[in-house]
């Protein structure tokens, strides 16, 4: 049997992969990735693999995509996130759809169409408002940590608003509803909302939508809350954070497909009187 | 990518132009009129203006990449960042006393006499305009030209060539001489010649492989913009296209083994152009044809209906012009070239020349069915661009169009 992975090295955690010739995962990683991409894409393949029971011999080619796409000397090849998210989700979930993805630095929206071939897709401006940063913010202007916001949220029962445009100034909007007496587990919610409101405007979502990315796996809150705000049927892919990095593996396979073809094609030639 | 040889011949045009801008200035050889780049460019030079065009002298330093030093000088004159930043890194370098024209010998811009705009593109060229003309104590004039126009009609046309043939007499006025009739042709003759050489340089790249990119197309439409009404710009043009033919005839394309081939809408980020140039060639992506670069290909300049056929080519510019007409351009030229897809530059600071806010990207798929990419920038101010943002949208859509042509050659193979 044959093993093929991917890293998907993004600007705030590197996620890995492995996956066998059929595309089912043998075992994920997610790291931080801090200031050296490098060194955070080799311990997130380390992680795999001993999470996977593999070796570096026993894998046929790793494939990169993210940010640092380019920093990962030990990458047989690269695609975009873009690619890899669209990839990743199409082998579990038939289009067409619409793919979702909120990263902690970006989000972008992918259209795929029946055969999983992309259309489309769309990056938001280089912002934080929109993206995982943004609860990270409210997380720590409301002093609980970030994984506790989703349970926070949970406890909401007053319809809070928060109008601002930018992540900065949704942050001292908050601290004006905190010392109006508002409760933590509303604003938590008014910012879940804040945050899909930014999303929704991005694309016309609708048909069948796939979020994917860490804050999704980190926060359902947020796919609920993208539930109702669009009119479509939201289906989350098993393993949402690493599906770049499981979009990588199946590039590795794919290439490796290829290859194979090719190589036998050539051999057919010479065989040809 | 080879360079083309003709840019020895475009360096020494552009020399010799700055040079003679810079003897008007500094040694009063002739009156000094500033225009901007789609303004009354042929009266200036039969009036014997040296003619400077800020526009231009802002895209300098873009391309040096020094405008973001200017920028907050304006910024803090109350000239925000949203607007022009062709407009806030030229004030800004005024008021920092650089230009990069210093190599011959200007400290700032070349002292005007007179600063003639005109609104067919922007309103921000007159206010431009009148910032200077508040600080120096010169006359401003200008067009007041209607925009967005869906068909230009004989209204339009009469309203243009009136304000045109009213600033003939300020004009002399500042010139100290008489308008003449045949130097007026002359110029518009040239003017022609130009517009007429310069877009046969461009319809070039509808051979594949293109013998030139909108990278290079940037570069070497400086003598159309500068030398409009010059007789120097249709002898440069000669060259380059005499070049451009032999290319195609031995089918050497600007970017090595061309595979994709793409149009490009809006402005430039001009200090990114080397690089999105070679980022382009490393995916084997031709960026064949622009809006941009065709603007300067005026349409009809007739030197037997100067005023006319002025107002006509001013009024029926791209940018001048509604959606709809916009559109129907930019469909010919997705035909005309044959591309695979379309990148729209959504310029940060110039909502003129970026037609993503209106929906345009979105209909042209859906009427041409061919892909759209946004990408964000901005021409001057390079804190609008995110390098790592653009690899990821151009190399995402490079892929989405590569797989979609596999996709096509393998269903046509079975
Ligand atoms: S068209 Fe845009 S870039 Fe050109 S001068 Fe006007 S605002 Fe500036």
């Known amino acids: 049997m044959n093993y ?11 996620k890995a992969a492995v996956i066998d010739g059929e595309g089912h995962v043998l075992g994920t990683a997610v790291t931080r990735s801090g200031a050296d991409l490098t060194a955070a894409a080799e311990r997130a393949y380390e992680m795999v693999l001993a999470n996977s029971g593999r070796t570096r011999a026993d894998i046929e080619a790793v494939w990169s995509t993210g940010f640092g796409r380019n920093t990962i000397p030990f990458a047989d090849g690269s695609r975009t996130e873009l690619d890899c998210h669209g990839r990743g989700v199409a082998h579990y979930i038939k289009g067409p759809l619409v793919v979702v ?7 972008k929206v992918i259209r795929l169409d029946a055969a999983g071939h992309r259309l489309s897709h769309r990056m938001n401006r280089k912002c934080a408002a929109g993206t995982g940063s943004f609860l990270d913010e409210i997380a720590l202007r409301l002093g609980i940590d970030i994984g506790d916001l989703n349970a926070l949220g949970r406890g909401a029962t007053e319809n809070l608003e928060l109008s601002s445009f930018c992540t900065v100034f949704a942050g001292t909007e908050l601290l004006t509803l905190i010392r109006s007496g508002k409760r933590p587990a509303d604003l938590a919610m008014a910012a879940y909302r804040s945050l899909v409101k930014r999303i929704v405007a991005m694309d016309v979502l609708e048909g069948r939508i796939a979020p994917t990315g860490g804050v999704v796996a980190y926060h359902p809150i947020m796919v609920e809350l993208i539930g109702a705000a669009c009119r479509g049927e939201v289906v989350v892919p098993p393993h949402p954070q690493e599906i770049g990095a499981f979009g990588a593996a199946l590039a590795a396979l794919a290439a490796c497909e290829t290859q194979d073809i090719a190589d036998t094609s050539d051999t057919a030639e010479l065989v040809q009187p | ?25 500094l040694r009063k050889t002739a009156p000094v009129a500033w225009c901007t780049s789609v303004g009354p460019a042929e009266l200036l030079r039969a009036l014997g203006f040296a003619v400077h065009f800020p526009e231009n002298h802002a895209a300098i330093m873009g391309a040096a990449r020094t405008a973001n ?30 230009s990069p024209l210093e190599a011959y010998g200007l400290e700032r811009a070349p002292a005007p006499d007179v600063l003639v705009f005109n609104t067919n593109q922007c309103r ?55 308008l003449d009739d045949a130097r007026l042709r002359a110029a518009m003759r040239a003017s ?3 517009a007429g050489l310069w877009g046969a340089c461009l319809e070039t790249a509808s051979a594949r492989p293109a013998p030139l990119t909108f990278f290079d197309g940037s570069v070497h439409m400086g003598p159309a913009v500068v030398l409009r009404g010059s007789d120097d710009a249709p002898a440069y043009y000669r060259t380059l296209l005499a070049e451009l033919e032999q290319r195609v005839e031995n089918r050497v394309g600007a970017v090595p083994a061309e ?55 001013l009024l029926e510019l791209f940018i001048a012009r509604s959606e709809a007409p916009k559109e129907r351009y930019i469909a010919r030229m997705v035909e005309f070239y044959d591309v695979d897809g379309v990148i729209f530059h959504d310029c940060r600071t110039c909502s003129n020349n970026s037609n993503t806010r209106y929906g345009m990207p979105g209909r042209i798929t859906e009427r041409l069915g061919i892909p759209t990419l946004v990408l964000d920038g901005d021409v001057n101010d390079l804190r609008c661009f995110s390098d790592e943002q653009a690899r990821t949208n151009i190399e995402g859509f490079v892929e989405q169009l590569t797989d979609a042509r596999a996709a096509t050659s393998a269903r046509g193979s079975r």
Do not use: K
């Not at chain 2, 508040?134 to 004989?154: C, F, K, M, Q, W």
């Open chain 1, 4 to 14: 093929y992975a991917g890293v998907d090295s993004g600007s705030w955690t590197t």
């Open chain 1, 101 to 107: 993805d909120i990263g902690g630095q970006d989000a």
């Open chain 2, 1 to 25: 990518m080879s360079e083309l040889t003709s840019t020895t011949a475009l360096r020494a045009t552009m020399d010799a132009y700055y040079r003679s801008l810079a003897d008007a200035a």
């Open chain 2, 69 to 98: 030093r200017y920028l907050p000088l304006a910024h803090a004159q109350g000239y925000s960042q949203d607007i022009c930043s062709y407009l806030t890194s030229d004030i800004g370098a005024y008021l920092a006393g650089e």
């Open chain 2, 124 to 178: 921000d060229v007159r206010d431009w305009f009148e910032w200077y003309g508040r600080e120096l104590g010169v006359p401003v004039l200008g067009l007041h030209s209607p925009r967005a126009i869906d068909d230009v009609t004989e209204s339009d046309i009469d309203a243009v060539t009136m304000q045109l043939e009213a600033l003939v007499a300020p004009l002399e006025q500042v010139a100290g001489t008489r």
């Open chain 2, 192 to 194: 022609r010649d130009t």
């Open chain 2, 259 to 313: 595979t994709l081939r793409l149009y490009w809408d809006g402005m430039p980020v001009w200090g990114r152009l080397r690089a999105l140039s070679t980022m382009f060639a490393e995916f084997r992506t031709a960026v064949v044809a622009s809006t941009y670069c065709n603007s300067w290909a005026f349409s009809g300049l007739d030197p037997a209906e100067p005023w006319r056929s002025v107002a006509r080519a």
